[in-house]
């Protein structure tokens, strides 16, 4: 008798992220580091083993090198299976055609034989890049209690920022009564947080017939979900009351690092009972000096703090000389913060060298900006880089004399 799965996930990690600027030049969105010693991607796999899925398929089309040289085979997931596992899905060319993926539709649509291949009774539609802990199987199990086609998780927005998401209305059920994407005057604050549960066939069933309308935007939000709705299939909704982040933008992944400092963290990375695993190569322990002074910071092994960080998110190889000061930032990988540097309500890619005395952004309670600087970026000697710069080596070169 042939193996099968009874639930696999699909994983939708592709995107650009355009609104991420700098940091996905090089990288697609879900590779973006996070939290000191994480990826955005972390969360969403993690998810997966955590709540029993071991067989993920991870869509990738822009960027994908640094995505795929961080999964590998799956292993720092425990998704190192013969049967199963982590599966990396580019786009790829079949027998009459090669095509990008054109939409979160397409994208699934294009992979349905690896789906086939494990048989199962239920597909999880995720995307790669939104910050989260989650229980894939409590949802499974709801969406088999209702007996549902789909079933869509949703959280509770601010009515005045519902207009930015797929909106549902529900019966005292949590039956979708009503679906509106990204409405102007939305009727609920019932946001999809583009996580699916489909009974697989009819998954298949509706990417088929989307594939073959060529009116279609070929996406989930726009078409498949209203489609589903309109055929009268049973559409449910499935409430999160968890911390969630969509980390499109600089300010949102700025706050959600923010979000992990305190003694009461809105997202809590320590919980043992969901832990969310990350590929970290070997580093040795962060030193913080006896003239180093760290105030509700995050600190990754492998830095040396000799200067003062206060309210800021730093990850592994991270130098801060004697007399530097960290404030409200988040500074990725491998940044050497020298003596008498002020970097303040900043977001530093990896790489970078903030020279002697240099000034970077502004103090928050000042109103402005966060000050963005690129990978690999040589802030010279004294420079002074304004409040809401996006700063690369062609910035340097246009606005900081030698």
């Not at 990988?333 to 890619?349: F, L, N, Q, T, W």
Request: net charge negative; glycine share 8%.
């Amino acid at each position: 008798m042939a193996k099968k799965k009874e639930c696999v996930a699909m994983l939708l990690a592709g995107g650009q992220g355009s609104r991420l600027y700098l940091l996905t030049r090089q990288q697609a969105k879900p590779a973006v580091p996070f939290g000191s010693k994480y990826r955005i991607i972390d969360f969403p796999l993690s998810n997966c083993i955590n709540s029993g899925i071991d067989t993920v398929g991870v869509l990738t089309q822009y960027q994908p090198l640094a995505l795929n040289d961080y999964i590998g085979n799956g292993q720092a997931w425990d998704m190192d299976r013969v049967f199963g596992g982590v599966t990396l899905l580019p786009p790829y060319q079949g027998m009459q055609k090669a095509d990008w993926y054109k939409g979160t539709a397409n994208a699934i649509y294009q992979n349905i034989n690896f789906i086939k291949r494990y048989d199962p009774e239920y597909v999880v539609v995720l995307s790669g890049d939104h910050i989260y802990k989650m229980n894939y199987g409590d949802m499974v199990n709801f969406h088999k209690k209702n007996n549902a086609d789909c079933t869509i998780a949703v959280i509770d927005v601010p009515i005045e920022e519902a207009s930015r998401f797929g909106i549902m209305t529900t019966d005292d059920n949590m039956a979708i009564t009503k679906f509106q994407e990204k409405p102007k005057k939305p009727e609920s604050t019932k946001a999809s947080m583009g996580v699916y549960v489909f009974s697989a066939d009819k998954l298949y069933k509706y990417l088929e017939e989307d594939e073959n309308n060529p009116e279609s935007d070929n996406d989930f939000g726009k078409n498949i979900i209203p489609t589903m709705l309109a055929a009268g299939e049973k559409l449910f909704a499935y409430r999160f009351e968890g911390y969630w982040k969509d980390v499109g933008t600089i300010n949102s992944l700025w706050e959600s690092n923010m979000d992990l400092l305190g003694d009461k963290p809105a997202l809590d990375l320590h919980d043992r009972n969901s832990r969310i695993f990350s590929k970290t190569a070997p580093r040795s322990p962060q030193y913080i000096a006896s003239n180093g002074k760290q105030i509700n910071s995050m600190v990754a092994g492998d830095s040396e703090i000799y200067g003062t960080i206060i309210n800021s998110v730093i990850s592994p190889g991270v130098i801060v000389e004697s007399g530097a000061v960290v404030t409200d930032s988040v500074i990725m990988s491998d940044v050497i913060i020298a003596s008498g540097a002020k970097v303040d309500y900043s977001v530093v890619d990896s790489d970078c060298i903030i020279s002697a005395n240099a000034t970077i952004g502004e103090p928050k309670e000042n109103g402005k900006e966060i000050t963005l600087v690129g990978s690999g970026v040589n802030i010279p000697n004294g420079a002074i880089i304004p409040a809401g710069a996006y700063v690369d080596n062609d910035y340097i070169d246009a606005n900081i004399k030698s």
